[in-house]
């Protein structure tokens, strides 16, 4: 179903402040699949499956981010604590939405191209209301995207810290959640060491 832009009630949230500690301190954002940023890729798959606006967190050389990826439409937040892990983006996504008429966010991450916007479509075509939780599942086993209904996200940023994102929150609600199996139209792997980086297309 297609949505105008100011009424769409879920809003995309792309965590891209990773510095690739283990890539050798190059920030995942930047690196280059299908001839693009990785960040610009991410942001066009979330587009792609049906979600128009676009919060996109930066962290590592957010700098050189905003000037090298083409990024129109999406609002930019700068996460300043990136380095505390994936939380602290989280929270700062999060906040930046609570002004916002959104009511669900559908969380993605720059470092999993194999989740295409088939992945996103059907994530999204879950939601019902401010009460959702929604995960992709591949096998039955959960992962992203996943979609919070705005009446999880003060709870969700409340346990948010270091790597964990909303793992523990999830697993504390686990018989709210909608599982949407995705593993016949993506892979979720991620891109992390440097042996992953021949998952990525030239």
């Known amino acids: 179903m297609a949505h105008t832009r100011n009424n769409d009630p879920v809003v995309g949230l ?6 690739g500690r283990r890539l050798g301190g190059r920030p995942k954002a930047l690196l280059t699949h299908r ?4 960040v ?7 587009r792609a499956g049906g979600i128009e606006r676009v919060h996109v967190v930066l962290g590592a050389q957010a700098a050189d981010v905003r ?12 996460n300043p604590g990136w380095a505390d892990g994936m939380g602290s983006s989280l929270r700062a996504g999060l906040a930046s ?11 993605s991450l720059v470092d999993q191209p194999g989740i295409g916007r088939e992945a ?19 096998d039955g086993v959960r992962g992203h995207p996943t979609l ?10 409340a346990g948010a810290s270091g790597d ?36 990525l297309e030239p």
């Open 14 to 19: 792309l965590l891209a402040a990773g510095g």
């Open 148 to 157: 919070f209904g705005r009446r999880h996200w003060t709870d969700i940023a």
């Open 164 to 199: 964990r994102g909303a793992r523990a929150y999830l697993k504390a609600h686990e018989d709210e959640i909608t599982r949407v199996e995705c593993g016949d139209v993506a892979q979720p792997y991620d891109i992390d060491t440097e042996a992953d980086l021949t998952r």
């Open 67 to 78: 000037e090298r990826a083409e990024l129109p439409g999406c609002v930019l937040v700068d």
């Open 120 to 138: 996103v479509a059907r994530v999204v075509a879950a939601y019902d209301d401010e009460d959702s939780l929604v995960t992709a599942a591949y």
């Open 97 to 107: 939405l609570a002004g916002t008429d959104a009511r669900a966010v559908l969380v």
């Open 40 to 46: 610009e890729h991410a942001v066009g798959v979330l």
């Open 35 to 38: 001839g693009r940023p990785l």
